[in-house]
């Protein structure tokens, strides 16, 4: 089984740099695809990008194509996301998914465990 535990987020301004942290449990972890979806209130959740489990390949919104990275460190079971030109749009909570999936789905039914999310705030 694998826990996950997202960290990171906070209130900034329009403009500013954040990076969530993903702290997994479970040796497994480093066989997992993983994930970072948000929801922001009333909305449905949507994904926002995705790595394989060996870092290869990896997938983002197109809404957050150059602004976002999303990286991993399979030693230390941890998974970020970095957030750079921060917009009032990406105010949402943020959570930290993993799967054993091939395909880097975007869909959240793909990945299994969760992490219990971090809210991200944007003002202007």
């Known amino acids: 089984q694998v826990q996950l535990v997202d960290t990171g987020g906070g209130l900034v301004q329009a403009g500013e740099s954040l990076r969530l942290s993903c702290a997994a449990s479970g040796r497994t972890f480093s066989y997992y695809a993983m994930a970072w979806f948000r929801q922001a209130p009333g909305k449905e959740r949507e994904f926002v990008a995705a790595i394989h489990w060996n870092g290869v390949s990896r997938s983002y919104a197109d809404s957050v194509k150059g602004r976002f990275g999303i990286s991993r460190d399979n030693a230390k079971n941890m998974v970020y996301l970095h957030m750079n030109n921060l917009k009032p749009d990406d105010t949402a909570v943020y959570y930290c998914?993993?799967?054993?999936?091939?395909?880097?789905?975007?869909?959240?039914?793909?990945?299994?465990?969760w992490g219990q999310g971090t809210q991200v705030t944007v003002s202007s």
């Open positions: 998914a993993g799967g054993n999936t091939a395909r880097l789905g975007v869909t959240s039914v793909e990945y299994p465990y």
